[in-house]
T-cell receptor, first 115, second 109 residues
Framework: IAGITQAPTSQILAAGRRMTLRCTQDMRHNAMYWYRQDLGLGLRLIHYSNTAGTTGKGEVPDGYSVSRANTDDFPLTLASAVPSQTSVYFC??????????????FGPGTRLTVL | GQNIDQPTEMTATEGAIVQINCTYQ??????LFWYQQHAGEAPTFLSYNVLDGLEEKGRFSSFLSRSKGYSYLLLKELQMKDSASYLC??????????WGAGTKLIIKP
């Protein structure tokens, strides 16, 4: 049982390039999330999806897009990367999505550096 | 606005007890979570409180006072492996988690 996997583990990217971070879960969770984590700041929600086929904007959505074509996959795309998007990106999932104890399970993270 | 406050860093001695506080102001409240995050790793779930009072789970306990917008995580019999960051998160009225910046706990022998 893998839980949540993310790829790549780390990436160095030139500014202006397009990049997709992959996230797959095998727990059949309804909800999935993308966060970024920067030093001295809490986890900040970029985008979320409460169920397959729907997505929503979080606290810091600008410059990012997501899709949720099926239950398992939730890719995050940076259309044109900028240095301020240098961060550690975590994908997470939860069973509930809308109500109840919304315990979230996290992937191992992707460390992204934009030069 | 929404705000979660916790101390940036704390130091404690192996075998001792430490209390990490968290205060919050959020738009709605549907529960409070504590997560542990070791350096370079993903956060992992520790506890969840939705009603006032103390929840005990082995060496870790978490307390909640909704009227005061306050929680704490209590770690007993500290071990070196407890050196980590501890993240407080509140589930708001939209069922999204609002995260504090985390408290880095340093354990000394």
């Amino acid at each position: 049982i893998a839980g949540i996997t993310q790829a790549p583990t780390s990436q160095i990217l030139a500014a202006g390039r397009r990049m997709t971070l992959r996230c797959t879960q095998d727990m059949r969770h309804n909800a999935m999330y993308w966060y970024r984590q920067d030093l001295g700041l809490g986890l900040r929600l970029i985008h979320y999806s409460n169920t397959a086929g729907t997505t929503g904007k979080g606290e810091v959505p600008d410059g990012y897009s997501v899709s949720r074509a099926n239950t398992d996959d939730f890719p995050l795309t940076l259309a044109s990367a900028v240095p301020s998007q240098t961060s550690v990106y975590f994908c997470a999932s939860s069973e509930a999505g809308l109500a109840g104890s919304n315990e979230q399970f996290f992937g191992p993270g992707t460390r992204l550096t934009v030069l | 606005g929404q705000n979660i406050d916790q101390p940036t860093e704390m130091t404690a001695t192996e075998g001792a007890i430490v209390q990490i506080n968290c205060t919050y102001q959020t738009s709605g409240f549907n529960g409070l979570f504590w997560y542990q995050q070791h350096a370079g790793e993903a956060p992992t779930f520790l506890s969840y409180n939705v009603l006032d009072g103390l929840e005990e789970k082995g060496r870790f306990s978490s307390f909640l006072s909704r009227s005061k917008g306050y929680s704490y995580l209590l770690l007993k019999e500290l071990q070196m492996k407890d050196s980590a960051s501890y993240l407080c998160a509140v589930e708001d009225s939209n069922y999204q988690l609002i995260w504090g910046a985390g408290t880095k706990l340093i354990i000394k022998p």
